[in-house]
């Protein structure tokens, strides 16, 4: 491999690719986690292995819920919440018809070209 960079499935696969292969380093981070539409894909995400990781607006049932099964919930939202304390930032974010185009952390995933995918274009 003289000179040459080794690349990682990340960077030669789409999220899509990488969702059908179930890439467990895929992360996919859920705006309105708490939602009953994205509640219900995040527990399916997670039940695959991937890497979850989500926002809503209040605390619920369903949010505690999504974080005892493994999933990075946070409460408000943020365009921080994009910028995890592990670096890892999401391949791709999902949201319901719900969140508004100004929402902060739909804002900031299309400034830093993160796929931004509606839930009804995420299913098959």
Known sequence: MSGQTPTTNAQTHTWQERLQQRDPTLHIHLIGIGGAGLSAIATVLL??????SGSDREASARTARLADAGATVVIGQSAANLDPADGLRPDVVLISSAVAVDNPERA???????PVVKR?????
């Not at 039940?47 to 979850?52: A, C, D, S």
């Not at 009804?120 to 098959?124: S, Y």
């Open 47 to 52: 039940e695959l292995g991937l890497r979850v």
């Open 120 to 124: 009804d274009d995420f299913l098959p």
């Open 108 to 114: 900031a995933a299309a400034s830093r070209e993160i």
